[in-house]
């Protein structure tokens, strides 16, 4: 068993993480391991918000973006009909190199949201954190996604996972630092463009499943057991998240290279803290449902179980970001945070 | 909204809270508060194990002895069928002045266990912990049970609470100290009394039910929902507890003062330490069930739930306890965590 806090990032502790030193976790999991040279991770959310038909063309012109010099090491898609009823692709895309993405991103930036487009909305949502902000977990070692597919592989077993608090004590940060959030967000409007400045420790989550591999019975608990409890834990979030510290929720069906949908999702939400997305994960009926349905689905296939669940966490400095949308509707993204100051 | 740790008690910190300090928890909870000069409780559990016709002569024998000079602050009395089908009736008195007790106790605990019961055989459990290593928690503040009975009063609105960790949050001594197991239970035999001297930082709680308010649809779903799930957790702990370090668990039935069941209920229990009950209440697919039964049952009722839900939780040091046994079945409280050095 190993420390999901890399040697190298280790610290001398103020904070003391939540378990004793002998903690043995019920269950095997796994995080990405990063080569030590990687300072920073870049995650970048190209979005398209449309209604009706599905706007080839401007998904092709990012698709052509990243695969431009300095492009990212790895990109994926999704889809969602948010709130309001449009629809959104989001493109995803992974840096190691911070370099790298500086070199690229800003005549994509002018790209993708320095132009009007009809009846499109573009956005960008970036953050850029130390590694030492951000940690994944995942439930088998051999299929990285998100960010992942940038490291250099997972670790062993690792030991802080399984209980409350394991989230927050993966974040090396978490040895120093309690994440506080400072400050709120603002509207800063830039003609067309708005772009939103949040706040220290703004918190983002990627959590992710995968029942691609799963059979029968397996993936009929999985549709019929699990996925409506955690719909309605999502729809919680996106419709009602703002009182409780999310900003923003996209539970997210992830689009196989062809366009067509996968069997993989995700929800993606902005959280004003670690803090924030702790509370609602603990003590909150509709994540109390969802755990619960994840807890049973589990223990009725034991280590049998053929559905692969990973999330990744970052936890960033006002510095790391960067929120900017087009023509897209005032309750995307984070434009919802500032909602009341743009009326 | 105060601490639930009392002013005299703040020490400077070298461990963190679980919650940042402008947490407010979703509903409120109270906690006892002792009068600043009581530096310890004591809470005596005198137990009488049977089958058959209740042991009154022996019962009242106790009450005799409790209520002689020198005697608790407050008693009250429960009963269960343990896991071999033994009926127990434990008397649990609760003394706020140490000196008192050690006074009352050394003849006290000669005419309990120092004489031979045809077909009976009667134990004494005791902590005696400053109060730094102890923290209640009350749904409401106008019903004090246990040891809260003996206190001053109760708090205010307390901040922590409704949070895991909250628990931990609660104990004065958390604020500097880990609280981490040391040693391992052993038995000492004296003639026909077993004593088993635990160790460092061991933990007890006794976690509380009382529907005698509740009427008809909230009657009907505490019992019909809730009821069932707490025992199967309950019978969980008393049976396959010690693999999680619960040494011994009892689901207790309160008895009225003429002896007839009450609608009051507890589970009463002692564990390795504080951090394995924590994990046995966060992640136990037991728990996790009574909890999620819990959530549903308040958030169906709202502010008008008339269910009453308390606990007292102790981390003793090793010099605060004492626990013999005379005739008892080697499964019987603390006796099962040293079964196999005794066999």
Redesign the interface.
């Known amino acids: 068993m190993e420390s999901a806090i890399p040697a190298y990032l280790e610290t001398m502790r103020t904070?003391?993480k939540?378990?004793?030193d002998d903690?043995e976790p019920?269950y095997p999991s796994f995080v990405a391991r990063y080569k030590p040279a990687v300072s920073r991770v870049v995650m970048a959310y190209f979005g398209v918000q449309y209604r009706g038909e599905t706007p080839l063309a401007v998904l092709t012109e990012i698709a052509g973006l990243l695969a431009g010099e300095d492009g990212p090491s790895h990109w994926d898609r999704a889809h969602y009909v948010d709130q309001s009823g449009y629809e959104t692709i989001v493109t995803v895309a992974y840096w190691g190199d911070v370099a790298r993405f500086d070199a690229w991103f800003a005549p994509a930036r002018e790209a993708w949201t320095g132009k009007a487009r009809d009846g499109i909305g573009t956005f960008i949502e970036v953050l850029r954190p130390t590694v030492a902000r951000h940690e994944t977990l995942f439930s088998s070692p051999d299929r990285p996604e998100g960010v992942a597919v940038i490291a250099e592989g997972m670790s062993g077993e690792v030991q802080e996972h399984?209980?409350?608090?394991g989230m927050r004590d993966r974040i090396p940060l978490s040895q120093t630092d309690?994440m506080?959030p400072g400050g709120a967000p603002e509207l800063i409007r830039d003609g067309a463009r708005l772009r939103v400045t949040a706040h220290d420790n703004l918190c983002l989550i990627r959590s992710g499943q995968d029942w691609s591999d799963t059979e029968s019975s397996e993936r009929k608990l999985y549709l019929d057991d699990v996925e409506p409890v955690l719909r309605e834990g999502m729809d919680f979030l996106r419709d009602d998240g703002l009182g409780i510290g999310c900003y923003a929720n996209r539970y997210m069906h992830v689009l196989a290279a062809d366009g067509s949908a996968s069997e993989k999702s995700y929800g993606q939400s902005w959280w004003k803290?670690l803090?924030a997305l702790?509370?609602w994960a603990?003590?909150h009926?509709t994540h109390?449902?969802i755990?619960?349905a994840a807890?049973?689905y589990l223990?009725t296939l034991g280590p049998s179980a053929k559905l692969r669940l990973y999330h990744e966490v970052t936890v960033a400095a006002a510095d790391e970001q960067f929120f900017e949308y087009r023509n897209c509707h005032p309750k995307t993204g984070m434009l919802a945070a500032v909602e009341t100051v743009s009326a």
């Open positions: 904070r003391h939540r378990v004793p903690y019920p399984a209980y409350w608090g309690a506080a803290s803090a702790e509370r603990e003590s009926p109390v449902k755990f619960g807890m049973k223990s």
